[in-house]
């Protein structure tokens, strides 16, 4: 009897079991919410889940280790503004017009998958630093959100006189009393680690040590001084008050019961904002951390990615999570693609496919005659770089009496500009960041990451050039670029969405006393005719 009745409640247990098994199989799967937290100018190698040790990244970190890490995430153009269009559009920064270029005007014709999600059933919001810096408006002419709603009204009182006093995650809770019961897209923009900073904060404020840094982890393109040290510190100190505010976000999910259903990805917008980074094409100006968590979602945690992944591989991933219909996409052809597959993968390697990215530039800053921009074309393939430089002639970061406006100014850009006019080795620091380039770069960037031994003359490498540069070219004529056809100037006969910066470079030789750009320091200001004379007396 007792073997009978065993039996029985084995058979109902059993069938529980698999009916509940077979209900949850049978359903739709749930849309994810998803919480995208960018940074504001951050290099890869910044974060500790990526073995930084001078950084501190817990939540980052957190997030790779129970989700994703990927090795090798690019954005297609390292600076702002190209860069965000570039995520929420899906497109390369030379397919968006005027939003290819910093500081500029947004096409109405461009939608951005905030909008779509919003047009699908998404509550959606941002805080911090949005699209920008961007002027969008609609068709009509009236004032346009491509993130949907602000959430900016929080504020608190930040640890020091540079960081943010928008409470992002404040404004974050905020955004959650709204949603309901509908799949949400938030985006978290952090105005850290952006210059300017307070000068010794990682020190005073953050309880860290000149020592701390190892030589070893300063780029070789850096001096390796004590203001340097201070000022990589300082960058440090806002990267983890950002990652503070990405910790009680994730907690205010947790105890929302939103966790387990939230793809959360963590980024930058472009490497950090030093010379020879931030707004040029290299290894670490465009390769960035990339972090994503949803325990839902993802399969076999803890994995490191080592597909490419292009920014433009967000929103079409995004859009294909949240089972947007093809007919209900409003957005122009997109030229990523989704990498959804890689969330239920068991390997490292998912796609042979995905061992390429393409990146570039237009006009960032202004500081050269007719605010003419630097226009590059690049492809990332495996260990190796090849770069295109369209315009050699020009300066890369800005003319030296503009004072090379596309380096934010700070103590490291001003010790590397102090070298102008040495007559020894240490020239090299302004030539690595300021100087002008050949037309044609190839680096292997396996063992050499910060990009100094150029190989394009290098005949053993001749090949690799060439059929890196065909790549490239074929890719971009498929994308349409205006400027392999020849039609480049365009990028740079777009306005200006600054008035400040219309004609700068003749209204600064006049001496127009208005234009004062806040990250740009005085000091910043070379003059060309004693450059050639310092590189005369250094060839003698």
């Known amino acids: 009897m007792k073997k009978y009745i065993l039996s029985i409640a084995g058979i109902i247990f059993t069938g529980v079991v698999v009916l509940s098994f077979t209900n949850k199989k049978d359903q739709p799967p749930k849309r994810p919410n998803i919480l995208f937290a960018i940074m504001d100018d951050v290099t890869y190698q910044h974060v500790g889940a990526y073995g930084c040790k001078w950084v501190k990244t817990p939540n980052f970190d957190r997030i790779a280790k129970d989700g994703l890490l990927f090795k090798n995430a690019y954005t297609p153009n390292a600076k702002c503004a190209p860069s965000r269009s570039c995520i929420i559009t899906g497109r390369n920064s030379w397919q968006l017009e005027e939003a290819g270029n910093h500081w500029s005007y947004f096409p109405a014709k461009f939608a951005s998958f905030a909008e779509v999600l919003a047009q699908n059933g998404y509550e959606v919001g941002y805080t911090g630093k949005g699209v920008a810096p961007v002027v969008a408006k609609n068709a009509d002419g009236s004032p346009r959100e491509v993130l949907v709603k602000a959430f900016n009204q929080l504020k608190t009182t930040p640890p020091t006189t540079q960081i943010s006093n928008v409470d992002y995650a404040a404004n974050f809770g905020a955004f959650l009393s709204k949603t309901g019961s509908k799949p949400f897209f938030f985006w978290y923009g952090g105005l850290e680690p952006h210059r300017g900073y307070e000068f010794n904060s ?149 796609s042979a496919k995905r061992n390429f990215v393409l990146v570039g530039k237009e006009r960032h800053d202004v500081g050269r005659p007719n605010d003419v921009g630097y226009p590059i074309r690049a492809i990332f393939q495996e260990n190796y770089l090849f770069i295109k430089n369209f315009e050699p002639e020009r300066w890369p970061a800005g003319n030296p009496e503009t004072g090379y406006l596309n380096v934010d100014g700070g103590p490291t850009k001003t010790a590397c500009l102090n070298t102008v006019y040495s007559i020894n080795n240490d020239f090299n620091y302004w030539l690595w960041s300021f100087g002008k380039r050949n037309s044609e770069e190839l680096y292997d960037i396996k063992k050499d990451p910060a990009c100094l031994n150029n190989l394009i003359t290098v005949p053993s490498q001749k090949n690799r050039s060439t059929q890196l540069k065909n790549k490239l070219l074929t890719l971009l004529k498929e994308q349409a670029d205006p400027r392999v056809f020849g039609k480049g100037s365009q990028f740079d006969q777009y306005k200006y969405a600054d008035k400040k910066g219309v004609n700068f470079y003749d209204r600064y030789l006049k001496k127009d006393t208005t234009l004062r750009w806040g990250w740009v320091n005085d000091t910043d200001f070379q003059d060309i005719s004693k450059i050639e004379r310092t590189k005369k007396a250094r060839n003698k």
């Open 202 to 350: 990682g020190i005073s404020k953050g309880g860290k040590n000149l020592t701390d840094i190892p030589n070893a982890e300063i780029y070789p393109f850096l001096p390796k001084t004590d203001s340097v040290r201070t000022d990589l510190l300082d960058y440090a100190f806002e990267i983890e008050y950002f990652d503070k505010q990405l910790g009680k976000m994730l907690k205010m999910l947790e105890d929302k019961g939103e966790l387990h259903n939230t793809l959360i990805v963590v980024t930058s917008d472009n490497g950090m904002p030093f010379p020879r980074v931030k707004g040029q094409a290299y290894e670490y100006s465009n390769h960035l951390p990339l972090a994503m968590m949803w325990a839902d979602g993802i399969a076999h945690k803890g994995r490191k990615v080592e597909d490419f992944i292009s920014f433009i591989d967000l929103a079409p991933t995004f859009l294909d999570l949240a089972k947007v219909p093809s007919g209900k996409n409003m957005m122009k052809p997109i030229t990523g693609k989704s990498f959804a597959d890689i969330f239920s993968a068991d390997k490292e390697k998912v």
